[in-house]
């Protein structure tokens, strides 16, 4: 995610350098041509050129909408599953201490679920993030897991969902023994719903891509628009006044051209937030923070360095 302010402009050349090459090399080789042979046909009117940029405005900027509107969903996403993480590792931090008064209860089974089930929430939460990026990054999660835990999760398709699995076996199994009782088991099962929802809706984001014919067309639009755009100027600078500054025909194309361009990759750019790039959800971040909440609520003192952004990004 970018947070810094101002922009690196050797950065934005990398997102937009393909179409801006085809403008500035379009745009000499007509002003050239008009230049060296003086053919008035080069010369359109600049009305047409005109009313397509104003639909191409519209049309980019609801494309636009459409792709900051899946970032921006992904990110309420996260920060639900900030949230859950907490509840549910308070949930079974405050059940697991209130049943201390039993004849049943052993302080060292206690401790032992109260631990694994919170390491068990933070390995999922690292495990999404791998999950939504296509990274092979298990052996990050394998502290938070028994090693016979870690072989059964690195068989599975969906791992998250598998750790999910057994945060429920052990709820259920802690029911059993006593180290949990009465509803408790009710209001952690809400908690692990909410965060199953959360990942089928991360899931969706990552599987559905924005329609591809927005993307099609609004680059072919954007092409077509500084395609006849010199044609346009030149027709702009044939009057007798203006006509020795019919060279400016360059530098308005590029100027012009290039901001519709910008505009057209910075919608491509937002519209899948879990690619591991510059504008993602800082899902590196998040999970460092739910990471350091869920072992601070142990009671833990060695946490992870919260990470802090560099050069104005944060992952």
């Known amino acids: 995610m970018i947070i810094k302010r101002n922009f690196n402009p050797l950065k934005i050349w990398q997102y937009i350098k393909k179409p ?19 053919i008035d046909a080069l010369m359109i009117s600049f009305t047409p050129v005109g009313v397509l940029g104003s639909a191409l405005a519209i049309f ?12 921006w969903e992904a990110r309420q996403l996260w920060g639900g599953i900030v949230n859950s993480s907490r509840v549910l ?22 401790e032992f679920f109260k631990r694994s089930m919170v390491y ?39 791992k998250p969902n598998y750790l999910q699995l057994l945060m429920g076996r052990e709820i259920y199994k802690a029911m059993a023994n006593g180290t949990l009782g009465g509803f408790d088991s009710f209001q952690m099962e809400g908690q692990l719903l909410a965060l199953a929802n959360y990942q089928g809706a991360c899931e969706r984001i990552k599987n559905t891509p924005l329609p591809r014919q927005y993307d099609f067309f609004t680059r072919v639009f954007v092409l077509l628009f500084a395609f006849l755009l010199p044609f346009g100027l030149l027709g702009f600078f044939q ?11 360059v530098p308005f194309s590029i100027l012009i051209a290039g901001v519709f361009v910008i505009m057209e990759r910075t919608g491509a750019a937002n519209e899948d937030p879990f690619e591991n790039q510059l504008t993602d959800v800082p899902l590196n971040a998040l999970c460092n923070t739910i990471e350091r909440d ?22």
């Open 294 to 315: 869920l072992k601070e609520m142990l009671g833990e003192k060695e946490l992870p360095e919260k990470l802090q952004p560099v050069n104005g990004y944060l992952f």
């Open 60 to 71: 980019i900027a609801f494309r636009n909408n459409s792709a900051y509107g899946r970032w």
């Open 120 to 158: 068990r929430c933070i390995a999922w939460v690292h495990a999404l993030r791998f999950h939504l990026r296509k990274q092979e990054n298990w052996e990050e999660i394998r502290p938070f897991l028994s090693h016979t835990e870690y072989v059964e999760l690195s068989i599975s398709q969906n």
């Open 239 to 249: 009057s007798e006044t203006l006509h020795p500054l019919s060279w400016l025909v």
């Open 20 to 38: 801006m090459w085809f403008v500035v090399l379009w745009s000499l080789a007509v002003w050239g041509v008009h230049f060296a042979t003086g």
């Open 89 to 110: 590792s308070r949930l079974i931090i405050t059940f697991t201490d209130s049943h201390a008064h039993q004849e049943n209860y052993e302080r060292g089974r206690s």
